[in-house]
């Protein structure tokens, strides 16, 4: 079955950085949109960034120029690196094998556990 196992959150000052990764198994990984979403206390869980089979990806405009999603087919592994951190971006944040279509991502019913960035000083 599919499984997504989230890593690399934790606490990290304003204005600092982490990557967090997830690992997909059972899927053709190279051949899947994958994306980040995001659920910060009381509020709905949204994309964050979502890449392609292709490597085309997209952004929430409130991450743009802070935060970049990656992949790696050989190890099945998508990365979403996140610099210039802040205290709003403070969420569960959640690995998701989606569908691309029409340059935009959309999620699917496949998530991983989720893994906490807490952005404080």
């Known amino acids: 079955q599919v499984q997504l196992v989230e890593s690399g959150g934790g606490l990290v000052q304003p204005g600092g950085s982490l990557r967090l990764s997830c690992a997909a198994s059972?899927?053709?990984?190279?051949?899947?949109?994958m994306g980040w979403y995001r659920q910060a206390p009381g509020k709905q869980r949204e994309l964050v960034a979502g890449?392609?089979?292709?490597?085309?990806?997209n952004y929430v405009d409130s991450v743009k120029g802070r935060f970049t999603i990656s992949r790696d087919n050989a190890k099945n592994t998508v990365y979403l690196q996140m610099n210039t951190l802040k205290p709003e971006d403070t969420a569960v944040y959640y690995c998701?094998?989606?569908?691309?279509?029409?340059?935009?991502?959309?999620?699917?019913?496949?998530w991983g556990q989720g893994t906490q960035v807490t952005v404080s000083s």
């Open positions: 059972g899927i053709i990984f190279r051949i899947a949109a």
């Open positions: 998701n094998k989606g569908l691309w279509s029409g340059g935009h991502y959309y999620s699917n019913d496949y």
């Open positions: 890449i392609s089979s292709g490597g085309i990806t």
